[in-house]
C-alpha cells in the first residue's frame, strides 16, 4: 500500500482519515491524542522498551507498543481504557520502584518526565518496594556528571551520542537489572571520546545525565566585593530564557537579563555578541588569506567547542583546516583580562570571567590550557549554562519578566545584527561572509541559496558567486553527517572554501545547556528550535548595524589596541592552534560504508 | 599501549582473523566471534586488546565493551590456568549442582568469577553444558566430568593440582 495513501482509523470509536505509514502514536499525535511516552523521542530511532504507549487495538489479544507499531486500514484503536489506564500506571510503578526517592533534592525537579509521568498516570501510592540500584557518580567532566542510580534505561542517551551526534561515547553495559550506560570500559567520563554536546542531558528523562553545576561557586564569587565580577551573555540565550520562565520561547530579554545580572551583583554586563563580531573580523581576514593563496581550504569553524574535540578525536589529520579563531566567548574572555583590565589597571587575580551560555561545552572550553591568559590565569572562570543561570535568578528573587530594562555596558556591549545570528546554523557563515564580501571582493553578500548536498545527507550547500570569484560553502548542524562531509574533504571529491560546523541540533539555540521542553508533546520541539532562530534573525534586522565591521566599538578597539585583524596581538589573544587527542575516536562501519557506496 | 605491542604475534593472528572473516558477515555479528578468538588467544579481554578489536573493526568502542560485559563467557580479567565451570542448568541443578558449586568455593577458597591465589584456578557458572546425562557436571577446559559428588570434586581438584606440580 502507497504510504502517501489516506486510509482510515478509528481511535476510541472517532472515524479519522489519515495519512498511511505513520505509528499509531504519530497519527495519535496529529489528531489530538497524546498517548504517555517515555523512551520514545521523534529525533530517535525507535526503541520499545519502557511499553508506557501501550494501547488496544479491537482484534489484538495483547496491546501494542504506539510508538512501534504501524497504522492499517480499518484499525480499530483504543488509547484509554481502564485496563489500559491499569496497566500504564503498572508498568510505570514497576519502573518507579527501582527508582530513588529523592525528587525533593534531585536536580532535576520540577523537569522530570518521569515526575510528570507519574502524575498524568495518577500514581498515588506505592505497592512495591524494589532494589535500588547503587553506583558511583562519575563527575570527572567538566561539563557533564553521570548518575547511573536515577536512569531508568530507556536509551534515549545512548541513541542520540550515536545516531544524531556520532559519537558514540556511552553504550549498555552488562545486563539485566545491572545494565548501565557507560562509556567503554566503565572509564571516567573526561576520559572517554564524549564532546560534552550536552544532549544527553537534554534528551534524559530523568537526572541520569546533568551538567556540572558551578551556581553556588558563582553567588559565593559575586557575594565578595573584592572581585571584579563580569558577565556576558551568549545570543541564544536571551531568546530561550523565558522559557525557563514559562514565556513563550522566541522573546529577547537582552535587557531583563542584563538588569537582572546587574541585580545579582555583577559589575560588568558585556554582550559575547561583541566577541561575535571580533571572532568574524578575524576569521574573515583568515578565509581572505587563505582564499587569495588557495591554500588550506576550506576553512572549518571552531566556534563549536564540541566541534573542535570531535575534530581533535576524530579527524586530527583535518585540524589545520580549522579556524585559528577562538570562540567569540573565549575573544571576549580574553580582551577583558587582556586589555580592559591592563587598561583600567585592574588585579588580574580579582577579575573573574563569568559566561552565560545555552551550552555545556563551554564548562570543558574554559578548562582548556591553550585558552589561558597565561599560566594559572583562565580567561572564562566559569560558564554558567542557561538553565544555571535561570536558576540563580529564580533562586535570588528575581522576576526576570518585570525588571526593567538596562542596556550592556560599554565599551563591549555594542554588536552588529551579524553577530546575534551566529547562535543559529548557518550564521556564523553568513555573518563571516558579509564581512569578507565587503572588505576583500568589495561587494555585497548576496542572499544565501541553499540546497541540500547531493553527496552527503543533511549537508546544506551554497555556492555565492561575486565578479569572477566562486566562494563554495557548506553547512552542518548536528554532528551526524560531519564524518562524510569531513571525509569528502580529506578525498577532494569537492572544493568547498568555507564549512561551518556546529554540534547541536540548530546550532547553539539548541544547545544542551537550553531551557527543558516543558511539554512531553515533541511535535512541540522543532518549532521551538524554529522560534528560537526567528528570533535571532529578529534581533538581525532590528540592530541598525548589520555587519561586524561597521561595528564602531569593534573599529575602535583596533584602531586603540589590536591595530589590524590578525596583527601580533590579535594573534596572541584572539586565536589559538588545536592538536590531536586520546583516545581517539572511532567512525563506525556503517558510515564508513555509507561513504564508500555514496554515489 | 597497543602500538607498543603492535608487532606482537598474537595481535598478528588476530588481526589475521578479522581480516579473513570480513566479508563473510555482518560486521556486528563478527565482533562476538572476534571477542571469542581474542579470548582464544590471549586468555581473556583486556581493554587495550579491546581497543586493538575496535579500532582494526571500526566499531566504537563502547559498543565493543557493551558486548564483552553482556555475555558471561567473556573474561575481562586475567583468568587462572583451569576454568572450572560448574553447569547450573536445569538438570545439573536439580541433581544437587549447588552442592558442587560450593564444594569448589569451599575447596578453591574463591567465589565465582574469582582466580586463585596461584593463577591456578578460576571458578564459573555454565548455563548448560549439553551434558545432562551426566549430571551434576563440570567442564574443566573442556573436559568434562560427570556424576559428581563432593569427594570426586575434590579429587578432581587435587588431580590438577598435582598434574601442575
Given at each position: 500500500?502507497n504510504s502517501q495513501e489516506n486510509i482510515t482509523i478509528f481511535i476510541n470509536g472517532t472515524k479519522y482519515q489519515t495519512q498511511n505509514g505513520q505509528s499509531i502514536m504519530q497519527a495519535a499525535d496529529h489528531l489530538g491524542y497524546s498517548i504517555p511516552r517515555l523512551c520514545y523521542h521523534p529525533q530517535l530511532s ?554 | ?165
Amino acid at each position: 500500500m502507497n504510504s502517501q495513501e489516506n486510509i482510515t482509523i478509528f481511535i476510541n470509536g472517532t472515524k479519522y482519515q489519515t495519512q498511511n505509514g505513520q505509528s499509531i502514536m504519530q497519527a495519535a499525535d496529529h489528531l489530538g491524542y497524546s498517548i504517555p511516552r517515555l523512551c520514545y523521542h521523534p529525533q530517535l530511532s525507535v526503541e520499545g522498551a519502557c511499553r508506557i504507549c501501550i494501547v488496544e487495538i479491537e482484534g489484538m489479544k495483547e496491546f501494542q507498543a504506539s510508538c512501534s507499531y504501524p497504522i492499517q486500514d480499518g484499525m480499530r484503536i483504543h488509547t484509554n481504557t481502564t485496563e489500559l489506564r491499569q496497566a500504564r500506571r503498572d508498568i510505570l510503578e514497576l519502573i518507579l520502584d527501582n527508582h530513588p526517592l529523592d525528587c525533593h533534592t534531585c536536580p532535576k525537579n520540577g523537569n522530570c518526565e518521569l515526575q510528570r509521568l507519574a502524575n498524568i498516570l495518577g500514581i498515588e501510592e506505592r505497592h512495591f518496594e524494589g532494589e535500588r540500584k547503587q553506583y558511583p557518580i562519575d563527575d570527572s567532566s567538566p561539563a557533564i556528571i553521570r548518575n547511573p542510580n536515577n536512569c531508568i534505561l530507556c536509551g534515549r542517551c545512548v541513541r542520540v551520542c550515536s545516531e544524531t551526534q556520532q559519537i558514540h561515547a556511552i553504550g549498555y553495559a552488562h545486563r539485566g537489572f545491572k545494565t548501565v550506560v557507560m562509556p567503554s570500559y566503565n572509564q571516567a567520563f573526561d576520559k572517554s571520546v564524549c564532546i560534552n554536546c550536552g544532549q544527553c542531558i537534554n534528551i534524559c528523562p530523568t537526572a541520569a545525565f546533568t551538567e556540572k553545576k558551578q551556581t553556588d561557586e558563582v553567588i559565593r564569587i559575586l557575594n565578595n566585593k573584592d572581585n571584579i565580577t563580569i558577565a556576558q551573555i551568549a545570543p541564544s540565550v536571551r531568546i530561550a530564557i523565558g522559557e525557563s520562565f514559562g514565556i513563550e520561547s522566541g522573546h529577547n530579554f537582552q535587557q531583563e537579563l542584563t538588569a537582572a545580572l546587574k541585580a545579582l551583583g555583577f559589575d560588568y554586563v558585556f554582550d559575547t555578541q561583541f566577541g561575535a563580531d571580533m571572532t568574524i573580523m578575524e576569521e574573515a581576514a583568515e578565509l581572505a588569506e587563505r582564499y587569495f593563496k588557495g591554500e588550506n581550504l576550506p576553512l572549518i569553524t571552531s566556534c563549536c567547542p564540541s566541534w573542535v574535540k570531535t575534530a581533535e578525536q576524530f579527524h586530527p589529520d583535518l585540524l589545520p583546516h580549522l579556524s585559528s579563531c577562538r570562540s567569540p566567548m573565549a575573544m571576549l574572555a580574553s580582551l577583558t583580562k587582556g586589555y580592559l583590565a591592563k587598561k583600567n589597571h585592574w588585579d588580574l587575580t580579582k577579575v573573574v570571567n563569568i559566561a552565560i551560555t545555552p551550552c555545556t561545552a563551554k564548562k570543558f572550553e574554559s578548562s582548556r590550557e591553550e585558552l589561558f591568559l597565561e599560566k594559572d590565569i583562565r580567561c572564562i572562570d566559569y560558564a554558567l549554562t542557561t538553565r544555571e543561570i535561570s536558576w540563580i535568578i529564580k533562586s535570588s528573587g528575581i522576576d526576570l519578566s518585570r525588571m526593567k530594562g538596562q542596556d550592556f555596558d560599554n565599551p563591549m556591549g555594542i554588536s552588529s545584527g551579524a553577530a546575534s545570528i551566529v547562535g543559529t546554523s548557518g550564521g556564523v557563515i553568513e555573518a563571516t561572509l558579509r564581512t569578507f564580501c565587503e572588505k576583500y571582493l568589495d561587494s555585497a553578500l548576496p542572499p544565501l541559496q541553499y540546497h541540500e548536498s547531493r553527496t552527503t545527507k543533511g549537508i546544506k550547500e551554497a555556492t555565492i558567486v561575486i565578479n569572477d570569484k566562486k566562494i563554495n560553502i557548506a553547512v552542518a548542524n548536528g554532528l551526524k553527517s560531519t564524518h562524510s562531509l569531513m571525509d569528502e574533504i580529506r578525498r577532494q571529491k569537492k572544493h568547498y572554501d568555507f564549512v561551518e560546523i556546529m554540534a547541536c541540533p540548530g546550532g547553539c539555540i539548541g544547545g544542551g545547556g537550553q531551557p527543558y521542553a516543558a511539554s512531553l508533546n515533541f511535535f512541540d520541539q522543532e518549532k521551538i528550535l524554529q522560534k528560537r532562530s526567528q528570533a535571532l534573525y529578529a534581533i538581525d534586522s532590528s540592530i541598525n548595524i548589520h555587519k561586524s565591521h561597521e561595528n564602531p566599538a569593534v573599529q575602535q578597539l583596533y584602531k586603540e589596541f589590536l591595530g589590524t585583524p590578525l596583527s601580533e596581538l590579535a594573534n596572541k589573544l584572539l586565536h589559538t592552534q588545536y592538536s590531536q587527542k586520546i583516545p581517539c575516536g572511532i567512525i563506525p562501519k556503517e558510515v564508513i560504508y555509507d561513504i564508500n557506496h555514496s554515489k | 599501549m597497543i602500538s607498543t605491542i603492535q608487532n606482537d604475534a598474537k595481535l598478528n593472528s588476530l588481526r589475521a582473523y578479522i581480516n579473513s572473516h570480513k566479508e563473510m558477515t555482518r560486521n556486528d555479528s563478527l565482533l562476538i566471534r572476534v571477542l571469542q578468538k581474542a579470548q582464544e588467544i590471549i586468555g581473556y579481554l583486556p581493554p587495550e586488546i579491546m581497543n586493538f578489536i575496535a579500532q582494526e573493526m571500526s566499531i566504537p568502542r563502547a559498543q565493543v565493551w557493551g558486548v564483552a560485559t553482556f555475555y558471561h563467557y567473556f573474561f575481562l580479567k586475567p583468568v587462572g590456568k583451569y576454568i572450572i565451570s560448574v553447569c547450573m542448568g536445569t538438570a545439573c541443578y536439580l541433581k544437587g549442582a549447588e552442592k558442587i558449586l560450593k564444594a569448589f568455593k569451599e575447596k578453591l577458597n574463591i567465589n565465582i568469577g574469582e582466580t586463585t591465589d596461584d593463577k591456578l584456578f578460576t571458578l564459573i557458572e555454565a548455563r548448560c553444558l549439553g551434558a545432562c546425562g551426566l549430571a551434576p557436571a563440570v567442564s574443566i577446559n573442556g573436559t568434562i566430568y560427570g556424576q559428581l559428588d563432593e569427594k570426586k570434586a575434590y579429587n578432581i581438584i587435587k588431580k590438577y593440582i598435582n598434574q601442575s606440580k
